[in-house]
C-alpha cells in the first residue's frame, strides 16, 4: 500500500466524527494518507484534518458547498487518476453510500460496503463485514484490482490522536460543470416534536418486540411509573406507531438517559450508536443471541409481554 | 412510466426464533429453521412502485435473484399492485456480492425500458446497501441512495435522501434513473384477497444464466470483486448480567436494582 485516500464528510459547515475514525484506521498502516476534502470555504477543515494527514489534498470551490453524488464522484474519479493512490476509504454514511458502489465500478477497483475492520495482508486489504444484523461477521478478501475501496462503518473505529502535520495542498477543480441530471436542493430539517429526548433522564424504548400498537399503553404505563419518556426503534417509528422525534439512533437521536430501557430491541448498530451513551441500559428480548445484550448492564430473556406487566406491579410495590 | 422494483427475500431476523448458525463449509448458515420474508426496506420500494403507478399511470415489474422459494415474496408484490415479474435463478449466481448481482438484475431489466428502479437501500440479511448504485453504474444513469420521499416533477423527480439524524437532503434528478428506498417514507398496504387472487394468473418469468447473455465469469463470485470467504462468531466484550427466573423474579430483580442505583 503505497498511497491511502480518505474523503472526508462535512455537512452544513461541520465536519463529521466520521473523519477521524477513516483517519485512524488509515493511519495503522505504513503508507502515506492522503485526506481528499471537496468544499467550498474549507480551511478551517483542512487544518482540522492535516494532524491526522501526511497530505490534505483540497478542492475549494462552490460547487461542493453541498454534496452532490454525481459531482463528487466526478472529482474523486480525476484525483484518483491522477495520483493512483491504492486503497480509499469512503465513509458508510448517507453520503459516501451514494458514491461507494458507482465510483469503485467507474475506477474498476474491488471494493466492498460498510465495513468493520481492515487488514492488509501481504499487499492486499482484508475487510470485516458484519451480517445478520450483528450476529456474524465475515471476512471479506478482494479480487486483484490496481485500486481496493471500502466504506467504513461509523463508530467501528474509535478514532485516535492525530500526531502529524501533514501539508495542505490546494488543486484547481478537476470537475468542468455540475451535473445536469442530479441537483442539489436543499436541505430540511426533522420535525421537532413535544419531547426532546436527548434531555430525558429516563427513557422506556421500544422495538418490533412489542408487537403491535395495542401493546404500547402498557409501555406507557410503565414509563409514567418510572418518570421516564417512551422512545423507539426505526422499526417501531417506520410502523407509525411511534412519531418520529422519538426514534432512537444513526438517522434518529443520539441519547443519554441515566437509564435505557430497551424492551424487544435487536440492538442493530444504527440503532446502538444512538443508545451505547447510556448510564444504565437494561434490555428484555425474547432472543439469547440478539446483538442488544452486548450492550446492556442487564438483561432479561424473555416475552416482554410478560415482563413489563410484572415491572409494573414490582414497581408499584416498591413505590408503596 | 415504467417502473422495475427489485426485491430480496430474506431471513426473518425480528423473529427471537430464527437463529444464525454458521454452517461446516464456514461460508454459509444454516437455513433450515429460518421463516422467510421479503426484505424490510424492499416493501417499502414496492408500496413506493405501486403509489407512482396509481398516482402516474404506467406499470410496475418485480424483479428478483432468487429460487423458486422466492416466489412467495413475488406474489405478495404482485398481489399488492405489481403487473408482472422476472425472477433470475441459476446456480451459477450462487455467491455473487453487489457488483455481480447488479449484472445479473440488469439483464433482467435491461429490455424493459423502466424510467425508475427501486431498489431496497439495505439487505437485512448481508447488508451492502449496494446493489443499487451498483445497478445504476452499470445502466449509466444517475442515482440517488436512502430515498424516503419522491414527487413526480416535469421531466424529473423531487426527492427527499434520509442522512444521519434524520436530515432530509433534497435533490431533483433525471429519469431514467435507480432509486434506493429507506424504511418509514410510505404505509406499505396489505395485499387484498382479490389482489392475492390475481396475482396467482400474473406471469413470473424465469431467466437463467444462458437466458440473461451473461457468461459464467460474470457471476457468482467469479463475476464478484470481493467475496466473503469465512464467517465467524464477534469476538464480544462484556455481555449483560442476565437475570434468570420467571418474569415475576425477573421483574422483581430487576425493580431491586433499579431501586439501589436511584432510578426508583
Ligand atoms: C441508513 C439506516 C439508518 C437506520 N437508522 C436507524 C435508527 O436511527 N434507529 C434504529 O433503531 N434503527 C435504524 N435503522 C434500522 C436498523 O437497521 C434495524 O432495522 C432496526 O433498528 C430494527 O429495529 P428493532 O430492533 O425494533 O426490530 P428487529 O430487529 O426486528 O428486532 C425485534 C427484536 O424483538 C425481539 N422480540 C420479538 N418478540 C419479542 C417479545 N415478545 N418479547 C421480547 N422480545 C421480542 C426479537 O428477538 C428481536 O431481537 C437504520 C437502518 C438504515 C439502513
Ligand atoms: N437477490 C436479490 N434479488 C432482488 N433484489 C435484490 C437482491 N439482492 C439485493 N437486492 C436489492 O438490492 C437492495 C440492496 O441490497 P444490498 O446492497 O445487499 O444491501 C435490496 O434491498 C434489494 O432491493
Known amino acids: 500500500m503505497h498511497e491511502i485516500f480518505v474523503l472526508a464528510e462535512h455537512r452544513q459547515g461541520e465536519l463529521r466524527d466520521i473523519n477521524f475514525e477513516m483517519l485512524t484506521l488509515a493511519g495503522k498502516f505504513d503508507s502515506k494518507v492522503t485526506t481528499v476534502l471537496l468544499g467550498s470555504g474549507v480551511d478551517d477543515f483542512a487544518s482540522k484534518l492535516a494532524p491526522f494527514s501526511d497530505k490534505v489534498l483540497v478542492v475549494d470551490d462552490p460547487m461542493f458547498e453541498s454534496f452532490n453524488a454525481l459531482d463528487y464522484q466526478a472529482a474523486l474519479k480525476a484525483l484518483i487518476e491522477q495520483e493512483k493512490p491504492h486503497l480509499v476509504i469512503i465513509p458508510n454514511t448517507g453520503q459516501g453510500a451514494d458514491i461507494l458502489a458507482s465510483l469503485a465500478l467507474a475506477m474498476e477497483a474491488s471494493f466492498t460496503s460498510d465495513i468493520i475492520g481492515l487488514e492488509i495482508e501481504g499487499d492486499k486489504p482484508v475487510a470485516t463485514r458484519a451480517f445478520y444484523g450483528g450476529k456474524i461477521n465475515g471476512r471479506i478478501e478482494f479480487k486483484d484490482a490496481d485500486l481496493y475501496m471500502v466504506g467504513l462503518r461509523e463508530g467501528a473505529i474509535p478514532a485516535g490522536e492525530g500526531t502529524k502535520s501533514g501539508e495542505i495542498v490546494k488543486v484547481d477543480n478537476p470537475v468542468g460543470a455540475t451535473a445536469e441530471n442530479r441537483k442539489f436542493l436543499e436541505y430540511v430539517q426533522p420535525e421537532i416534536g413535544d419531547v426532546d429526548i436527548t434531555q430525558s433522564a429516563m427513557l422506556v424504548s421500544v422495538g418490533r418486540g412489542i408487537r403491535e400498537d395495542k401493546n404500547l399503553p402498557m409501555i406507557e404505563d410503565l414509563a409514567k411509573l418510572l418518570g421516564a419518556d417512551v422512545s423507539g426503534s426505526r422499526a417501531v417509528v417506520d410502523a407509525g406507531w411511534l412519531p418520529t422525534d422519538r426514534q432512537v439512533g444513526i438517522s434518529g437521536k443520539t441519547v443519554k438517559p441515566k437509564l435505557y430501557l430497551a424492551l424487544g430491541i435487536s440492538g442493530a448498530f444504527q440503532h446502538v450508536t444512538g443508545m451505547k451513551g447510556s448510564d444504565v441500559v437494561v434490555a428484555v428480548n425474547k432472543d439469547p443471541d440478539a446483538p442488544i445484550f452486548q450492550y446492556a448492564d442487564y438483561g432479561i430473556v424473555d416475552d416482554l409481554l410478560k415482563v413489563v406487566p410484572a415491572m409494573i406491579d414490582k414497581i408499584k410495590e416498591l413505590k408503596g | ?264
Do not use: W
Open chain 2, 1 to 264: 412510466m415504467k417502473i422495475a422494483v427489485c426485491v430480496k427475500q430474506v431471513p426473518d431476523t425480528s423473529d427471537p426464533d430464527t437463529e444464525v448458525h454458521i454452517d461446516s463449509s464456514g461460508k454459509g448458515v444454516d437455513q433450515s429453521k429460518f421463516s422467510f420474508v421479503i426484505n424490510d426496506a424492499d416493501n417499502f420500494a414496492v408500496e413506493e412502485a405501486i403509489l407512482l403507478k396509481e398516482k402516474h399511470g404506467g406499470e410496475v415489474v418485480v424483479v428478483n435473484v432468487g429460487s423458486e422459494a422466492a416466489n412467495q415474496v413475488i406474489r405478495m408484490a404482485l398481489a399488492k399492485g405489481g403487473d408482472s415479474a422476472v425472477r433470475l435463478d441459476d446456480e451459477k449466481f450462487a455467491g455473487s456480492d453487489p457488483v455481480a448481482l447488479a449484472r445479473i438484475l440488469q439483464a433482467g431489466i435491461k429490455d424493459l425500458g423502466c424510467d425508475v428502479v427501486l431498489t431496497g437501500c439495505l439487505a437485512s440479511d448481508d447488508g451492502y446497501g449496494a446493489v443499487g448504485v451498483a445497478l445504476a453504474a452499470l445502466m449509466e444513469v444517475p442515482h440517488a441512495a436512502y430515498v424516503k420521499t419522491v414527487e413526480v416533477l416535469n421531466g424529473t423527480l423531487k426527492i427527499g435522501r434520509e442522512l444521519e439524524g434524520g436530515l432530509l437532503e433534497m435533490d431533483e434528478i433525471s429519469t431514467p434513473c435507480v432509486l434506493t428506498i429507506q424504511t418509514g417514507g410510505n404505509e406499505p398496504r396489505y395485499a387484498s384477497f382479490k389482489g392475492i387472487r390475481e396475482a396467482s394468473k400474473k406471469e413470473i418469468k424465469v431467466m437463467d444464466l444462458a437466458a440473461t447473455g451473461l457468461s459464467e465469469d460474470q457471476v457468482g463470485e467469479a463475476g464478484s470483486v470481493a467475496v466473503m470467504v469465512q464467517y465467524s462468531v464477534p469476538v464480544v466484550g462484556e455481555l449483560a448480567e442476565i437475570l434468570e427466573g420467571d418474569a415475576n423474579e425477573t421483574a422483581g430483580k430487576l425493580a431491586g436494582i433499579l431501586k439501589e442505583k436511584g432510578l426508583v
